[in-house]
């Protein structure tokens, strides 16, 4: 069976979750946080979260987990089969990842772990989150989904980034980067009714107490 390495607090190990979740695949979930042991890095080469478990070994990167799960597995696809739409949605996956989460992830410690950031990151961070979701307001279809009609990893980086993102340029900014993007807004509010989703969010509160502990121990 698939085991699911990683923490239920983790956005890209939702990702991964939600896309084995929805395909309808069977998997276990191992409990494994990030690190630089010799014993993680067997698991994960560059000691981060998620991590796949398959027959052969072992699959990191989400990206890539996504695609394996997609080439190698049964359940609903979540990428079009015709190649121009299929790089659509999977250039809006990047475009969500490269552009949104990556700056907004430069600035968790200081949004949601007391800690605080250099100016100079939460300057660049402002600015790429600005152009991010520009890119992401001029390329999203939202009709219903990020990348047309049906659920996509674009949806998958659209619900696990967007609304960290919009977290810390709330919290860090005040500013509401969903201001002018109804549509965007509209799409976050039916994903959370999912019942995969809601069964995520659960999973993750769950989860919460753990995990802040291991962040308080490591301070
Ligand atoms: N490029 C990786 C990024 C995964 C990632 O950053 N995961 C976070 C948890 S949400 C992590 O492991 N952080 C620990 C670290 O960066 O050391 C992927 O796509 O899977």
Redesign the pocket.
């Known amino acids: 069976m698939l085991k699911l390495y990683g923490f239920c607090v ?4 939702n990702m991964v979750k939600l896309a084995l979740l929805e395909k309808g695949l069977p998997f276990e979930e191992v409990l494994f946080y ?1 690190g630089t042991t010799p014993e993680t890095l067997a698991i994960s080469p560059r ?4 991590v796949l478990c398959v027959e052969q070994g072992f699959i ?4 890539v987990i996504l695609e394996y799960l997609e080439q190698s597995q049964t359940g609903t696809p979540l990428l079009p089969d015709n190649p121009f739409e299929r790089a659509q949605a999977l250039a809006l996956a990047k475009e969500i990842e490269l552009y949104i989460e990556l700056p907004a992830r430069a600035c968790y410690p200081e949004a949601f772990f007391g800690m605080s950031v250099p100016e100079a990151i939460k300057d660049k961070t402002k600015a790429e989150l600005l152009l991010g979701f520009a890119s992401l307001g001029r390329h999203g279809k939202f009709a219903p989904y990020v990348a047309g009609d049906s659920l996509s990893v674009a949806d998958l980086y659209f619900l696990y980034s967007v609304p960290m993102a919009c977290a810390v340029a709330r919290k860090l900014f005040d500013i509401d980067l969903l201001a002018e993007m109804p549509a965007a807004r509209a799409l976050l509010e039916r994903l959370e009714h999912n019942r995969h989703v809601q069964r995520i969010a659960k999973d993750k509160d769950a989860a919460m107490p753990a995990f802040l502990a291991m962040i308080a121990s490591k301070k």
């Open positions: 983790s956005n890209y190990y990030p000691g981060k979260v998620p990191n990167e989400t990206s």
